[in-house]
T-cell receptor, first 120, second 114 residues
Framework: GAGVSQSPSNKVTEKGKDVELRCDPI?????LYWYRQSLGQGLEFLIY????????KSGLPSDRFSAERTGGSVSTLTIQRTQQEDSAVYLC??????????????????FGEGSRLTVL | KNQVEQSPQSLIILEGKNCTLQ??????????LRWYKQDTGRGPVSLTI?????NTKSNGRYTATLDADTKQSSLHITASQLSDSASYIC?????????????FGKGTHLIIQP
């Protein structure tokens, strides 16, 4: 597609259930990012993929959160045993590999519209 | 630790007025700085990028400045319109580092009143 696609756009679930959020990045973008945004707050980094590997997963808030990326394309963020504090908008972004390590890093992030998660 | 601080946290101005948003950073080694606009319920969209050698860059009614010595950037909006109501996020890139070198500010929430 022309842009980053996320699904579902809205998800309401009961506390304790598992949820899966999907991100389909722009074709050819090797870098993929997941962020979380609570109401009225800034973006909180969760995890970053380069290809299928995750060099930085330092932002995942607990072991209930996991993510994978297959074929260097689609990524899935899974939240197990959801809690009310997990309620937020989950944003995915992708970009072309900015450049070699130590070199210029100018790549623009292209964001999806987000998946709004509400845990009752 | 790399940090990006934005001010003000929120701002309300009348339609047609100008405003300036601030971004101070302690990111090293600096690569570039981007301003993103996030409309309510949407994902952020890039407005402009500033590299080390650039002092000023315009995109329509938006003008960004960068002072690499004081590590400050500003985003000036001229003749504001209702559609400018949004959050404006400053993102600074460093070569290397976590999350592919990106550090986000918390954003300035701008409201334009008719």
């Amino acid at each position: 597609g022309a842009g980053v696609s996320q699904s579902p756009s809205n998800k309401v679930t009961e506390k304790g259930k598992d949820v899966e959020l999907r991100c389909d990045p722009i074709s050819g973008h090797t870098a993929l990012y997941w962020y979380r945004q609570s109401l009225g707050q800034g973006l909180e980094f969760l995890i970053y993929f380069q290809g299928n590997s995750a060099p930085d997963k330092s932002g995942l808030p607990s072991d209930r959160f996991s993510a994978e990326r297959t074929g260097g394309s689609v990524s899935t963020l899974t939240i197990q045993r959801t809690q009310q504090e997990d309620s937020a908008v989950y944003l995915c972004a992708s970009r072309q590999t900015p450049g070699l390590a130590g070199g210029p890093n100018t790549g623009e992030l292209f964001f999806g519209e987000g998946s709004r998660l509400t845990v009752l | 630790k790399n940090q990006v601080e934005q001010s003000p946290q929120s701002l309300i101005i009348l339609e047609g007025k100008n405003c300036t948003l601030q971004c101070n950073y302690t990111v090293s080694p600096f690569s570039n700085l981007r301003w993103y606009k996030q409309d309510t319920g949407r994902g952020p969209v890039s407005l402009t990028i500033m590299t080390f050698s650039e002092n000023t860059k315009s995109n329509g009614r938006y003008t960004a400045t960068l002072d690499a010595d004081t590590k400050q950037s500003s985003l000036h909006i001229t003749a504001s319109q209702l559609s400018d109501s949004a959050s404006y996020i400053c993102v600074v890139s460093a070569t290397g580092g976590g999350a592919d070198g990106l550090t986000f500010g918390k954003g300035t929430h701008l409201i334009i009143q008719p």
